[in-house]
């Protein structure tokens, strides 16, 4: 399994402010949109993907950087669920943290709006559709941390799995076709 990172797009943060504590809050994915990886192929997460989020100790990070951690979930500065339309979080800033004072600030005025989350596939499925287009249906995943992202994008490693899963599925098809062509001429 590889750690990667999804884009998550439309899913946007909101700062509020209760009693003085501030908080970043927002849907770290969102089920069944599709998150493209290139000209056509995407992912789409299905709701149950994370079903085992409340099992495990999760971080809530700006733009991945571990050393930027926001909150966590066993220190209770981070708190997820899951509901209908996906994957949401809210995040207590630390007031006495420059780093996390500065991202609410940030989220509040508008200048980064936008998540991602680093997980490994646990279950998935490829459909490869009459339009051209692959779509792999994550089913479940164990998700380690969600980021609050200045620029969401897959990385590198994620793009290049995805694409030699392609070509095996392709090379797959290929043989098949081979096998099911020779035993016709052979008459089986």
């Known amino acids: 399994m590889t750690t990667r990172t999804a884009i998550v797009r439309g899913a946007e943060f909101k700062t509020r402010e209760v009693d003085g504590s501030r ?11 599709e998150y ?10 299905d ?8 099992d ?35 995040i207590a800033i630390n007031g006495n943290d420059q780093d996390a004072v500065n991202l609410y600030e ?7 709006t936008q998540c991602s989350f680093g997980f490994d596939i646990l279950d998935q499925s490829m459909e490869q559709r009459e339009d ?9 995943v164990r998700l380690y941390e969600v980021s609050v992202v200045t620029f969401p994008a897959y990385e590198d490693t994620g793009v ?19 096998a099911e062509m020779l035993a016709r001429l052979k008459g089986v």
Request: aromatic residues 12%; proline residues 1%.
């Open 132 to 140: 051209g287009v692959t779509v792999w249906h994550i089913r479940k």
């Open 47 to 54: 709701p149950g993907a994370f079903d085992l989020v409340q």
């Open 23 to 33: 908080y970043i809050d927002g849907y770290f994915a969102v089920f069944n949109s």
């Open 106 to 112: 940030r989220v509040k005025r508008g200048d980064v």
């Open 56 to 90: 495990v100790d999760i971080r809530a990070l700006t733009n991945h950087d571990t050393t930027l951690v926001l909150g966590r979930t066993s220190a209770g500065t981070l708190t997820l669920s899951v509901d209908e339309r996906g994957l949401y979080g809210t």
């Open 160 to 178: 290049q799995a995805r694409k030699a899963e392609l070509a095996t599925a392709e090379q797959r098809k290929i043989e098949t076709w081979r």
């Open 36 to 45: 493209w990886l290139w000209d056509g192929a995407f992912e789409t997460i």
